[in-house]
């Protein structure tokens, strides 16, 4: 038997995993509003701001913010643990992007139901 | 551990091979779309809040360095997105293999110039 001693904060997997499904959600609105803005025959302030009032797509496009706010922590974290050693640094820039990315869903919100 | 290894890390002189290209340019690519994250936002906001707004960003949207800039941001995003859909095929074992891994970078780098190209003509 291999008494194997585990270390680390266990957060992984979980990271590896929420990574991939907020790619697939961002993956399936980019999809999304692409074909929708094609399909439209002159896409103009109207027709934009009409897409937006329904509750299902300022719905879609939160979930769809938020899936890309979370990626985007994990993905700067890990390039800022690759190359930001000093442990003060480091923990500087770490705090001022997630203070960063909550006002982004504060501010979202009220883009999508403050127009 | 002997921490006084010596360390020979000369950038230039490393060559990259292709998935290797493809893998620091997504990463470049996400680094450069967090950075230029709330003026997205903020183009989002004014293109919802009001018909003035919406018209002063589509007239400052109409000037070159605004869309060479919007340019770069579609190319940064358009191979951000095929990058990480060469990742997750990757992850379902559906590129497996040096000479796959090979192609499917081509591909990668070739759709994504593609696509912006595509949308490059669009916008003129």
New interface residues.
């Given amino acids: 038997m291999v008494d194997r001693i585990v270390t680390g904060a266990h957060y992984g997997l979980r990271d590896w995993l929420i990574q991939?499904v907020s790619?697939?959600i961002m993956?399936l609105y980019?999809l999304f509003i692409t074909a929708y803005a094609l399909s439209q025959p002159h896409l103009d302030?109207n027709s934009?701001?009409r897409m937006?009032s329904s509750d299902i797509l300022r719905s879609f496009t939160l979930l769809t913010l938020l899936a890309l706010y979370y990626h985007?922590w994990i993905?700067?974290r890990d390039?800022v643990m690759d190359y930001v050693k000093p442990a003060g640094v480091r923990l500087v820039i770490h705090v001022l992007v997630i203070l960063?990315l909550l006002l982004?869903v504060i501010?979202?919100v009220q883009?999508?139901w403050g127009? | 551990m002997n921490n006084k290894r010596p360390k020979f890390l000369a950038l230039h002189q490393i060559r990259l091979p292709l998935p290797g290209v493809v893998s620091i340019l997504h990463r470049i690519s996400g680094a450069l779309l967090f950075l230029i994250l709330p003026l997205l936002l903020w183009m989002l906001q004014c293109s919802l809040r009001s018909i003035e707004t919406y018209t002063q960003l589509s007239e400052a949207l109409r000037h070159l360095p605004a869309k060479l800039f919007l340019l770069a941001v579609l190319w940064a995003f358009l191979h951000h997105f095929c990058a990480g859909i060469r990742y997750l095929a990757i992850d379902l074992q559906l590129a497996s293999g040096l000479a796959r891994a090979r192609s499917s970078s081509r591909w990668v780098l070739a759709v994504s110039l593609g696509l912006t190209a595509t949308a490059g003509v669009w916008l003129w």
């Fill in positions: 991939r790619a697939v993956v980019a302030y934009w701001t937006f985007a993905g700067i390039i960063a982004y501010w979202s883009i999508l127009m």
